[in-house]
């Protein structure tokens, strides 16, 4: 297994105990991200799922999630990622749109590892959670996102960034970098 793969699989678990810990009226709070409650949060990370694995073959991706099932769209989004990181051979292929030309594995490593693990977050804010995020996830992010810094702020990505306290640690000074009040 490349060490996307292991990160990806670690990021996932947060994000899955997260989600398995969301009580019924917590579905409908806020979060984070302002013009989302936790189950738009959570139909999104799915749907960037979907949206990698759609990648390799330019396919369409399947709508959103409903409501109804985003445990089980969850559960087979991440199913699908580690299926396809399983495979050598779809591992290393290229992903067509607009982060080609890249392999899936790399766009695995830097898109979705980031993107999950933030939303981890958010989620754990959102629904009273432990916050605490996946370590070395946290420094692989923050390392690839600090170069791209003006590039991912703007309407649907990132908000302006947040000065963190003197003594902060790494996930505080990261989450602060991407606009969330740690």
């Known amino acids: 297994m490349s060490e996307s793969a292991e990160r990806y699989v670690r990021i996932a678990r947060g994000f899955d105990a997260r989600v398995a810990g969301i009580a019924g009226d917590a579905w409908t709070a ?3 991200c302002s013009e989302w409650m936790v189950r738009d949060l959570v139909g999104h990370v799915v749907s960037v799922h979907r949206q990698v694995i759609a990648g390799l073959d330019a396919s369409a991706p399947p709508p959103p999630a409903t409501d109804a099932d985003l ?3 969850w559960h087979g989004a991440t199913a699908e990622i580690v299926a396809a990181l399983a495979d050598p051979e ?11 030309p890249m392999t899936l594995d790399d766009l695995i490593g830097r898109l979705l590892c980031s993107d999950t693990l933030v939303h981890t977050w958010d989620l754990s804010r959102a629904s009273g959670q432990d916050e605490a995020l996946d370590a070395v996830g946290v420094t692989y992010a923050f390392t690839m996102l600090l170069p791209a810094d003006a590039a ?19 996930q505080t000074r990261f989450l602060c970098f991407l606009g969330r009040s740690a």
């Open 30 to 32: 806020p979060t984070p």
């Open 71 to 73: 445990i089980g769209a």
């Open 90 to 100: 779809r591992a290393s292929a290229p992903v067509t749109g607009r982060f080609a």
């Open 152 to 170: 991912i702020r703007g309407p649907g990505s990132f908000g302006p960034k947040i000065e963190p306290p003197p003594d902060a640690d790494e």
